[in-house]
Structure formats: structure tokens, C-alpha cells
């Protein structure tokens, strides 16, 4: 399948620093999504978008979709303990489920 | 509470033995999904159902079987598992129309031995 590129891996933060991470790709994505997992939970959707350059906020989460459609960027402002966890970003080619491609996450670890 | 509920959520199977995962959402989403969750790697669709009384294969079907009991209900089977097929499981589910996953359940810990 499609392959997307998650940057970075792992990440160490102090509470209250914002945070960046992206999700690249050589393929065109029509939609690009954004889930946290907590540990032993399933991923729960944060943000989705639908077209180019739409950024997109929830809270203190903003993200950004590509003007090329071929990245997505996820940003956390003030991070708090809470938001330790795995961030994923999947891309969707077309309007088949078959289609979404997930990157290999980004394990977000905040220190008070 | 409401949402995407799976049973078992730990496993361990010796080769060669057969189960059955199960999932139920009680939201009256159409779309419900089954991916497994591998080390350091994303989510890989095996099976999804559109609407009750379909089903499709996803990136990873082989070695598995799903039945779409009903609305509610989704199920995965391996037929005779393999240590390849540790991992963790997860339904999910989305209403109509969405494209995407939107509630997934806590999981299946599956070890084959």
C-alpha cells in the first residue's frame, strides 16, 4: 500500500511547549486525518481534513492540510500532561475506505 | 456507555486453533472496520462492511473471515491462526457517509503461540 512518512518518531517535551509534527507522502491525498491513542485505548479521531490548504483547529490542536495534498501537519499549543500518547495521521486517496493509508504514529511524551 | 465495544481484549492461541473476535456498536452506524495494530507500524485494514450484508477485503485480508451479523454487529475469524497474526485488533466504526473510521473500540491483545 501507499506509505506515509511520520516525523518525528518519539518526542520529549516540557509542559507547556507547543508541538509540531508532520506526515509526508509521495502520493496525492484527497483527505487527511489526525487520531490520538492513549495507552490500551483505541485511536480516537482528533481533526479531519477535506482540501488544500484548509487548516483546521480543536482546541489547542490545529492541523493542516498541504497545499501540494501530499503532507499534513499537526501542531499542539501549551501541551499539558494529557496529551502524552500516540499521534497518527492517515491519508485518504479516494472515497474507499480501502483507500486510508496510516502513517507509524508519533509517541508524544510531556514532562511536568 | 455508548461505542464500539470488543470482546475478548486479551487472547493467547496456540497454532493452528480458531477464534473469534467480536465487535458491537450501538451508535446505528452503517461502516464498521477491522484493523490490526502492529509494533511501530500504522493501522492495516483487514476487512470492512459498508452496510449490513457487505463486507470487503482491506490491505491484509488473507488468513482471516468476517461476518456482518447484523447492524450492530461485526466479527473477525481466523481459521487457524499463526504466530504472524499476533497482534492488536480493533473494530471500528463511522456513520454514513463519512469516509473515515470514527470510533474505534479499546482493542483485541491477541499472542499466538
Known amino acids: 500500500g501507499q506509505q506515509l512518512n511520520q516525523s518525528p518518531q518519539s518526542m520529549f517535551i516540557q509542559e507547556g511547549e507547543d508541538v509540531s509534527m508532520n506526515c509526508t507522502s509521495s502520493?496525492?491525498?484527497?483527505?487527511w486525518l489526525w487520531y490520538k491513542q492513549d495507552p490500551g485505548e483505541g485511536p480516537v479521531l482528533l481533526i479531519a481534513l477535506y482540501k488544500a490548504g484548509e487548516l483546521t483547529s480543536n482546541g489547542r490542536l490545529t492541523a493542516q492540510f498541504g497545499i501540494t495534498r501530499k503532507d499534513s501537519f499537526l501542531n499542539i499549543s501549551a501541551s499539558i500532561p494529557s496529551d502524552v500518547g500516540i499521534y497518527f495521521c492517515?491519508?485518504?486517496?479516494?472515497?474507499?475506505?480501502?483507500?486510508?493509508?496510516f502513517g507509524s504514529g508519533t509517541q508524544l511524551t510531556v514532562l511536568p | 456507555n455508548a461505542g464500539v465495544t470488543q470482546t475478548p481484549k486479551f487472547q493467547v492461541l496456540k497454532t493452528g486453533q480458531s477464534m473469534t473476535l467480536q465487535c458491537a456498536q450501538d451508535?446505528?452506524?452503517?461502516?464498521m472496520y477491522w484493523y490490526r495494530q502492529d509494533p511501530g507500524m500504522g493501522l492495516r485494514l483487514i476487512y470492512y462492511?459498508?452496510?449490513?450484508?457487505?463486507?470487503d477485503k482491506g490491505e491484509v485480508p488473507n488468513g482471516y473471515n468476517v461476518s456482518r451479523l447484523n447492524k450492530r454487529e461485526f466479527s473477525l475469524r481466523l481459521e487457524s491462526a499463526a504466530p504472524s497474526q499476533t497482534s492488536v485488533y480493533f473494530c471500528?466504526?463511522?456513520?454514513?457517509?463519512?469516509?473515515?473510521?470514527?470510533?474505534f473500540g479499546d482493542g483485541t491483545r491477541l499472542s499466538i503461540l
Open positions: 471500528a466504526s463511522s456513520e454514513s457517509g463519512a469516509r473515515q473510521p470514527q470510533h
Open positions: 451508535m446505528n452506524h452503517n461502516s
Open positions: 462492511s459498508a452496510s449490513e450484508g457487505t463486507t
Open positions: 492517515a491519508g485518504l486517496r479516494s472515497g474507499s475506505a480501502r483507500q486510508l493509508t
Open positions: 502520493s496525492i491525498f484527497n483527505t
